[in-house]
């Protein structure tokens, strides 16, 4: 039999580093890093790393590793070290457990990689550029403009598979399948069966896992973990994260002066909890103005203020990452089976939800006992894996859509669907209202803003219902 290994994904706040602990004092064995922040040295506060006492003793590889000069390592690079780790806590005789918050390097450990890096929107992009808006395409195809009993006689024709599926009345639909076979030559139903064949045969021809996985998903309801995360940065503010915030601006002011260039746009730099003091540490050291106090606390409290939100909206990128990026991948390589989510939300349930229920199944795992299946294991875990499920399963409507007033176009109705309910659309239309009825504009800046900045992207964030959260 292959050889064991323990992978916990999870965002922050969730207790995944406990759990590791707790699995490795109990089954002997030794942790894995995967946190690429927690790889940097000297910021225990910072990047939420357990304290010594807290790691009860048990090895733990890749953990404050690299110094504040170094970049954040690729997932290739930790990839190859985490080989090799495992190989030698395994010839020791001891169970590895990878744990961390940063997916895709999980991700790239247990899956092929072209799957990891390939991004869906540049292919989007890149299609949507090469695509012709559905105006021009109904110009050179009149019969577009047809009604569906029209485009239904011809899709008959074309393609029998797909008529015989759709309402005769829908004619949305109708005149997508349509559209597919005027614009690529081709049967929408051909296209599909050949993209489930494509999948079958990836699934066929690859090597078997070399190792006998067990996967945990560490997750708490929203509400409850944002609180918890707002919590836990008043509490990181108690135990010295200002400082260490300090010094990290020190050491970045020290290479500046050297006339060194730092590319800030990558590595410690970005984590949260540095950026956010920027503005109050660089006050506070400033030599030639004097900052009165009650300017100083303002943003010392902003910085606070600023972390806790970045935190919130990290965690739930985190979520979302394993939602909808891994649990497809896990499904593409049959691996769901393995793959069970513990409910952290109520914390003083953390040992008999978490611990208790992780161990019973490394447990039978170890054993090569039969487990439950996954969606047993809890009401939270039935919730959020079946919701996951239903949606990568739900085949993608290929539409042809162009929004109008974004000049952007579209050809997954779900992502059309999704822009309409986006808030850069709803504001970017406003805009366009507001012109249109000849208001004065307020500077050209504006339109800059409609076209969507990162408070938008957190924004479309929040707009997009993406079913993680059971209703009440
Ligand atoms: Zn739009």
């Known amino acids: 039999m292959a050889d064991p290994l323990v992978v916990i994904y999870g965002s922050t706040g969730t207790g995944k580093s406990d759990l590791a602990v707790e699995l490795a004092a109990r089954f002997n064995g030794e942790i894995i890093n995967a946190d690429a922040m927690q790889m940097y040295r000297g910021l225990p506060i910072i990047t939420n790393q357990l304290n010594p006492e807290e790691q009860r003793g048990i090895p733990h590889y890749l953990l404050g590793n690299i110094g504040l000069d170094e970049e954040p390592w690729s997932v290739t690079s930790w990839k190859r070290e985490a080989t090799k780790i495992i190989s030698g806590i395994r010839s020791r005789g001891k169970l590895p457990i990878v744990v961390g918050g940063t997916s895709y390097y999980l991700d790239g450990l247990l899956f092929d990689e072209k799957l990891v890096e390939s991004d869906p929107a540049m292919t989007e992009e890149s299609e949507a550029a090469a695509k012709i808006t559905r105006e021009e395409l109904a110009s050179q195809h009149p019969i577009l ?37 005027l614009t690529t030559g081709r049967r929408a139903s051909d296209i599909y069966a050949e993209q489930r064949a494509r999948k079958e045969a990836k699934r066929a021809g690859q090597p078997p896992s070399p190792w006998n996985l067990l996967l945990f998903w560490l997750y708490a309801k929203p509400d409850v973990l944002n609180a918890r995360l707002d919590k836990r940065v008043d509490k990181m503010v108690t135990n010295g994260l200002v400082n260490e915030t300090s010094s990290v601006y020190d050491y970045l002011q020290g290479r500046l002066a ?38 100083l606390e303002k943003l010392k409290q902003q910085g606070i203020e600023d972390t806790k939100t970045a935190t919130r909206q990290y965690a739930k990128y985190q979520v979302r990452w394993v939602a909808r990026k891994t649990i497809a991948a896990l499904q593409e390589e049959n691996l769901l089976s393995k793959f069970y989510l513990l409910d952290s939300s109520n914390i003083s349930q953390w040992h008999s939800e978490v611990a208790e229920k992780g161990s019973f ?34 085949p993608e409507t290929i539409c042809n859509k162009t929004c109008e007033v974004c000049e952007k176009e579209f050809r997954i109705e779900e992502q059309w669907q999704k822009h309409l309910k986006s808030k850069k659309h709803q504001k970017a239309t406003r805009w366009a209202k507001r012109q249109a009825e000849g208001w004065p504009t307020r500077g ?15 924004a479309d964030a929040d707009a997009d219902d993406d079913g993680l959260v059971p209703k009440p």
């Open 361 to 394: 199944l490394l447990a039978k795992h170890l054993a090569d006992r039969p487990l439950p299946r996954p969606e047993e294991l809890s009401e939270t875990a039935r919730e959020v894996l079946a919701n996951q499920l239903e949606r990568s399963n739900r």
């Open 444 to 458: 050209e800046g504006k339109r800059d803003k409609a076209e969507g900045t990162d408070d938008d992207a957190a």
């Open 258 to 295: 050297a006339g060194e260039t730092v590319d800030r746009t990558k590595g410690i730099w970005q984590s949260i909890g540095f950026r956010q003091f920027e503005s109050y540490l660089s006050a506070v050291k400033s030599t030639e103005t004097e900052t009165p106090q009650a300017v």
């Open 145 to 181: 403009r047809e009604s569906a009993e029209v485009m239904l006689a011809k899709l008959q024709e074309v393609d029998p598979v797909m008529a015989e599926r759709w309402h005769p009345k829908d004619i949305r639909k109708i005149r997508n399948s349509l559209e597919i076979y």
